[in-house]
Every structure is written in structure tokens, then in C-alpha cells.
């Protein structure tokens, strides 16, 4: 009986998914950023953006994130972390659709 090696096709697929995934707190933190209300830049400016070893975490570090997550402004009615969230969920769907 003859075996026959077949082009492993699912290695550059999987390499592609990770690489994606990596990217996505990043741009999660790019997104928040983006979606934080501007009144005097002091609320994008003091939102940062931490990564040690798997965690990544961003850091709404000034006194009123908590007023303006609740839509506590007219330029972001829906705050920062529902937008945030759905558009997490639609980078995985995208990257769960990378063939």
C-alpha cells in the first residue's frame, strides 16, 4: 500500500486566524478610543491601552468614563463598551470567515 502525502492546506489557514486574532485588541482599543466623546481630548487622551503576556486591557483612566459609558453624551449616546463589544463580535465573525 502506497501513501501519499497530501498538501497540508489547514497550517497557513490557521497561521492566518492567529495572526488576525492578535490583532483584535488592538483595534478593540482603536475602536474605543475612536467612539469616546471629544469635548477637550482629555477622555481619549488619558484612555490607555495595557498588554502584559495575554491580557490586554484598556483603561478609561479619568473620573467621569463612568458617566460617559452610560451615554452621558450626545456624541456617544450608547457609550464605549456596548459599541466596543459588537464591533469585537464582528471582527471574530469576519476572522472566523478567513479561508
Same mark, same amino acid.
Given at each position: 500500500m502506497k501513501v501519499?502525502?497530501?498538501?497540508?492546506s489547514i497550517g497557513p489557514r490557521i497561521r =492566518?486566524? =492567529? =495572526? +488576525?486574532l492578535e490583532r483584535v485588541p488592538r483595534q478593540a482599543y482603536d475602536f474605543f478610543v475612536q467612539t469616546t466623546p471629544i469635548d477637550k481630548g482629555n477622555a481619549r487622551r488619558k484612555t490607555k491601552f495595557t498588554k502584559t503576556g495575554n491580557l490586554s486591557v484598556i483603561d478609561a483612566d479619568y473620573p467621569y468614563a463612568v458617566?460617559?459609558?452610560k451615554g452621558h453624551s *450626545?456624541? +456617544?449616546p450608547k457609550g464605549m463598551t456596548e459599541p466596543t @463589544? *459588537?464591533? @469585537?463580535?464582528r471582527l471574530i465573525n469576519? @476572522?472566523?470567515r478567513i479561508v
Open positions: 501519499k502525502q497530501v498538501k497540508n =492566518r486566524k =492567529r =495572526r +488576525a458617566p460617559l459609558n *450626545k456624541q +456617544a @463589544i *459588537k464591533y @469585537i463580535k469576519k @476572522i472566523a
